[in-house]
T-cell receptor, first 111, second 113 residues
């Protein structure tokens, strides 16, 4: 079983709509969770992190964590063409600074 | 403040040649990570260091790969001999102690012919 799984294929959303991404993780002891955005040909950049169960909002982005079900979600409200990118979910399994990354979900915002 | 610096940005080489990738982490960061990214396998952790000491190299694919961190401001990833299947983007990232957030360099695009 992979440490972090992002199974959805490319997601196409119209401009202004909500994009919803999901990620599951295998290590129940994981304590911290991250979403990175990666534009084509660029390096990953952090957009959100969350440690506690529930929701965390930052501008148009909301991260949701459910430790009991071992999943993390990212919502992008009022999607813009500039949000078109691959979104990587990352989990810290605990004990050090290592992160386990999912393979990513591509988001395409259609004007 | 400068971010993570990697060189070269692009490398094209022939099979069998030695390849050396370089990384300068963000000043003051105690952790340094080397990743490889391909379409098929995504972002894979190869090795990481804490205070210049290798902590986990279980992701290094085989003995052809080696990494060093002689001081807090410099690390190298070496592939010898290189093979076409090593073609990928190699990222270096660093993070400060006490925070898991990793900051990535621009990457090195390696093509082995």
């Amino acid at each position: 079983q992979k440490e972090v799984e992002q199974n959805s294929g490319p997601l196409s959303v119209p401009e202004g709509a909500i994009a919803s991404l999901n990620c599951t993780y295998s290590d129940r002891g994981s304590q911290s969770f991250f979403w990175y955005r990666q534009y084509s040909g660029k390096s990953p950049e952090l957009i959100m992190f969350i440690y506690s169960n529930g929701d965390k909002e930052d501008g148009r982005f909301t991260a949701q964590l459910n430790k009991a079900s071992q999943y993390v979600s990212l919502l992008i409200r009022d999607s813009q063409p500039s949000d078109s990118a691959t979104y990587l979910c990352a989990v810290n399994p605990g004990g050090n600074n290592r992160l386990a990354f999912g393979k990513g979900n591509q988001v395409v915002v259609i004007p | 403040d400068a971010g993570v610096i990697q060189s070269p940005r692009h490398e094209v080489t022939e099979m069998g040649q030695e390849v050396t990738l370089r990384c300068k982490p963000i000043s003051g960061h105690d952790y340094l990570f080397w990743y490889r990214q391909t379409m098929m396998r995504g972002l894979e952790l190869l090795i990481y260091f804490n205070n210049n000491v290798p902590i986990d190299d279980s992701g290094m694919p085989e003995d052809r790969f080696s990494a060093k961190m002689p001081n807090a401001s410099f690390s190298t990833l070496k592939i010898q001999p290189s093979e076409p299947r090593d073609s990928a983007v190699y990222f270096c990232a660093s993070s400060p102690i006490g925070r898991e957030t990793q900051y990535f360099g621009p990457g090195t695009r390696l093509l082995v012919l």
